[in-house]
């Protein structure tokens, strides 16, 4: 349909522009900034599908094309901006505080937001406005197949509010089980190694992913390994035998080390030669053990950071809905969604074919999670509150579920499409990617189960009544006047 191209052309010019900006500031892309692309696009994703959504609604009810697309962007505009608001909100208190992986993904979250309201919102509308005005043509927003696709769905979702809090107490007290009993698999950026920067002789090609794949069958884990500038060196830092403490550990490493290597250079490698920082041919040039700074660092800003950042969305949505229950569920919500995905790594570290090591590409996995699980609440809770003044007089329990239902099409369309982008890269991904996608499947999962079956369960239970949107601007201007 010709919505569909409009959004893939925003989509792009998103990209464009997210780039661009990144090149301007010299912002280097990094494994924590591809985490953050992939949430802006995400929800640019969200946003088009959002002011569809609310199109094709208009059309159902009989308006004309002009007036339905009118229409449909105005009443879309609340859900969009509270979704990338919060989510704005959260970015700026990340990157104020975060340092790592955490500064890196929250600056390149914050250029993409401000660069997808721009496509998402103003470049479609110009788009489509050209289209149907200026050029006089027809667009069409769904086909016969896809018209009135869960148009109709009525599903009795807090009726089953109970099975769903009985699902995540036990993924929780699994999850819990499994930190005390197995721990986890943590990289060296969180529990020390030893580094060395290892020269090949010229006329051995070799590149990174070759030399990591053979260390890791060598050291039983795969180690860190990166390109150094000078020609044909590579850093490699591994936690092997990082736990011994017995006075020839260095020795045993150095000799792991040095069977990798030469088994990559044709065994031609003597180890005495090897391990002289001043010899001819494939050699060490530096060694060092690594302390674990970095678990000290990220750990310490994570929870400042973390802190501030669920002290913001409480803040704003309590100030949006008028009534804190909501910012409640919605925080109880995060916290749910990232507790069970790093249960998840917990119980399954050494049961998956590829490394599920705690290390700063899951830091910004859960960050990722975070953002999305949030916007994907706010949502929902933006047509409870409009459903609230729309169907007055029903019950707290129809309004849940009457706004959940429909909602339900862009859930599966957002959720959907994210997904499958995340399977690509589970699939066809490096090594050093797999371990990512996995826990932004998890997350992004129970991020779309968890606005249902948590978020708005606890919401249903703990209020009396939803005020809608025309209850709080009658409440704020009433304290408004009599303040004057």
């Known amino acids: 349909a010709g919505g569909g191209v409009v959004s893939v052309i925003a989509l792009f010019a ?17 494994l924590p900034g591809i985490a953050g692309i992939v949430l802006t696009l995400g929800m640019a994703v969200d946003a088009n599908v959002i002011i569809y959504e609310r199109i094709r609604e208009e059309l159902r009810a009989g308006k004309t094309t002009l007036t339905a697309i009118t229409d449909g962007f105005k ?21 104020y505080f975060g340092l790592g992986p955490i500064k890196g993904f929250a600056v390149v979250l914050i250029i993409g937001i401000l660069c997808s309201l721009f496509s998402a919102v103003l470049l479609t509308r110009l788009m489509i406005d050209w289209w149907t005005t200026t050029r006089g043509k027809t667009i069409r927003f769904s086909n016969k197949f896809s018209e009135n696709v869960l148009a109709n769905v ?57 030399l990591r794949d053979e260390l890791a069958t060598v050291f039983g884990s795969s180690p860190v390994v990166k ?37 990559i250079a044709g065994g031609t490698v003597p180890l005495e030669t ?10 060490i040039t530096s060694s060092n053990r690594v302390g674990a700074t970095v678990a000290d660092d990220i750990r310490d800003s994570s929870f400042y950071a973390g802190t501030f950042a669920l002290l913001v969305i409480f803040l704003y949505l309590a100030i949006r809905f008028s009534q804190w229950k909501f910012s409640l569920g919605a925080v109880v ?31 910004a996995a859960i960050l990722t999670v975070i953002g999305y699980s949030v916007n994907d609440t706010v949502i929902v809770f933006d047509r409870i509150r409009e459903f609230s003044s729309t169907y007055a007089g029903r019950t707290k329990e129809e309004i849940f579920n009457l706004a959940i239902n429909s909602t339900l099409s862009r859930t599966i369309i957002t959720s959907g499409t994210t997904l499958i982008v995340v399977l690509v890269l ?18 992004i999962f129970f991020g779309t189960y968890s606005s249902v079956f948590v978020a708005s369960a606890l919401v ?14 009658k409440k704020t201007f009433s304290k408004a006047a009599s303040k004057a």
């Open 14 to 30: 998103n990209l464009f522009f997210i780039f661009g900006a990144m090149a301007s500031q010299g912002t280097v892309l990094t």
């Open 75 to 95: 009443n879309s505009y609340s859900a969009i901006i509270d979704g990338n608001v919060t989510t704005i909100l959260t970015a700026l208190v990340l990157a």
């Open 154 to 210: 009525n599903i009795n979702w807090m009726g089953m509010r109970r099975y769903g809090y009985m699902i995540s107490g036990a993924l929780i007290l699994l999850s819990a089980a499994s930190f005390f009993l197995r721990g986890f698999d943590l990289s060296v950026d969180f529990k020390g190694g030893y580094s060395y920067n290892v020269q090949f002789e010229r006329g051995v090609s070799v590149d990174a992913q070759q």
């Open 227 to 263: 390109a150094v500038d000078t020609e044909n060196t590579f850093n490699i830092t591994t936690d092997y035998l990082i736990e011994d403490t017995d006075d020839k550990v260095q020795d045993r490493v150095i000799a792991k080390l040095h069977e990798g290597v030469n088994n």
């Open 274 to 283: 090897f391990k002289q920082t001043d010899a001819a041919g494939t050699h």
């Open 333 to 363: 919500a995060l916290l749910h969604d990232a507790f069970i995905t790093v249960g998840m790594f917990s119980l399954l570290y050494g049961l998956m074919p590829f490394s599920m090591e705690i290390d700063q590409a899951f830091v």
């Open 426 to 443: 589970l699939v066809f991904g490096g090594a050093t990617l797999k371990g990512f996608a996995f826990a932004l499947m998890v997350g």
């Open 460 to 473: 249903v239970d703990l209020i009396k009544e939803v005020k809608g949107k025309a209850e709080v601007k």
